[in-house]
């Protein structure tokens, strides 16, 4: 989990979660924050975490996330290669 809200500006939270995208691809990231106007369990944000939580959220919501995480996870590294944005490795 990386908590938006203890960044400064939207680009660190950004460029921290393509470091963790970057070094360990195979770890789902659940984005939560206060800003967002609501939870995101699709794959839009692919590129830097696998589901968005609103803050604050209830334990049911966390599973849930935690479940399409995982899921979303799997799709992103099956693009990898298609991804425009990832490192050569």
Same mark, same amino acid.
């Given at each position: 989990? &990386?908590?938006?809200?203890?960044? #400064? %500006?939207?680009? *660190?939270?950004?460029?921290?979660? @393509?470091?963790?995208?970057?070094? +360990?691809?195979?770890?789902? &990231?659940?984005?939560?924050?206060? #800003? %967002?106007?609501? *939870?995101?369990?699709?794959?839009? @944000?692919?590129?830097?975490?696998? +589901? ?38």
């Amino acid at each position: 989990m &990386i908590d938006s809200d203890f960044f #400064d %500006v939207i680009d *660190d939270v950004i460029d921290a979660c @393509r470091q963790v995208r970057d070094e +360990a691809p195979e770890l789902p &990231i659940i984005l939560i924050s206060s #800003d %967002v106007q609501g *939870d995101d369990f699709s794959s839009d @944000r692919l590129w830097i975490c696998d +589901a968005t939580l609103r803050k604050p959220f209830a334990e049911g919501r966390l599973k849930e996330a935690a479940a399409s995480a995982l899921e979303n996870n799997t799709a992103f590294r099956q693009r990898m290669p298609k991804c425009p944005l990832m490192a050569p490795t």
